[in-house]
């Protein structure tokens, strides 16, 4: 294992952390980040608990190999399905001067402060919602609020493909909308609890009534991580500041680049590699 570098690896499975990515960059731009996307075998929202944990795994002693003393999975399946095992069974094997973070603790932090109504929906892949991990961090915390989910398979897709700002995209985008709010009309405030779906603000917006909040996580996992970079001097410290970022990809680099540029508003020159 490279123990050389110092930088912050972001996971996803596929092109969402990508708005992960570039808010924590724009909050924390003096760090060094290695972004990776398992493209080539996304999408992980529908796939099983055991192969999720294991592409996951893969990717995170990866992003140690390349240096990353810190990582973000920047992919609510991820986190969801994979983040615990690693945290509690692999890094005390791995390394116990590196970290893991997920994504879904930070996004509900905040989330007893928006909702007056206190009952909240949370729109995410079919992996995501079985797991419940929303609804148990969310009870955790504020055991007083209510959580409805609802899976939304095909917005993932639907926004990879760049085909969310079609009529059919929006017909997907309302069906799903108005199932949720259909379970529980009393939802003040919904979570996107996908990396894509901010991409989908503008058409989830469109069906929504008036008073509904959009509760999306990329502000709350930038500004989390920076409050945990200023809660452990022992993890920053180690951290190299040359404002570099590295991009790797499991697809090819070309379809990689053209939907990068689309995420990110400018280009990006990625590296081709192989999990194992």
Not at 67 to 94: E, H, W, Y
Not at 250 to 256: A, G
Request: proline share 4%; net charge neutral.
């Amino acid at each position: 294992m490279n123990t050389s570098g110092g930088a912050i690896g972001i996971f996803d499975s596929g092109y969402g952390g990508l708005t992960i990515f570039n808010k924590i960059k724009q909050v924390l731009p003096l760090y060094n980040y290695v972004y990776m996307g398992d493209n080539a075998r996304a999408p992980y929202g529908s796939r099983s608990f055991e192969l999720v944990y294991r592409f996951t795994r893969q990717a995170v002693l990866r992003l140690f190999d390349e240096g990353c003393r810190l990582v973000i999975l920047g992919c609510n399946t991820a986190s969801a399905k994979a983040l615990r095992t690693i945290q509690q069974r692999d890094l005390p094997m791995f390394d116990m001067t590196r970290r893991v973070l997920g994504v879904i603790r930070p996004t509900v932090e905040g989330i007893d402060a928006i909702s007056r109504s206190k009952h909240v929906g949370v729109l995410g892949t079919a992996g995501t919602i079985s797991s419940e991990s929303y609804t148990i961090e969310i009870s955790n915390l504020f055991p007083h609020i209510h959580v409805t989910g609802e899976a939304c398979p095909m917005w993932v897709p639907l926004v990879e493909n760049n085909e969310f700002d079609t009529p059919g995209g929006d017909y997907f985008v309302k069906k799903h909308i108005d199932s949720i709010m259909a379970k529980d009309r009393q939802i003040d405030t919904l979570i996107l609890g996908c990396t894509h779906y901010p991409l989908l603000i503008r058409q989830i917006k469109r069906h929504l009534t008036s008073g509904v909040n959009l509760f999306s996580q990329e502000e709350c996992v930038a500004m989390s991580l920076k409050d945990y970079l200023k809660r452990h001097p022992e993890i920053e410290k180690r951290l190299e500041k040359q404002s570099l970022s590295r991009f790797l990809t499991t697809e090819s680099v070309d379809k990689f680049t053209e939907a990068a540029s689309f995420f990110l508003g400018c280009n990006v020159a990625a590296e081709q590699i192989t999990l194992e």
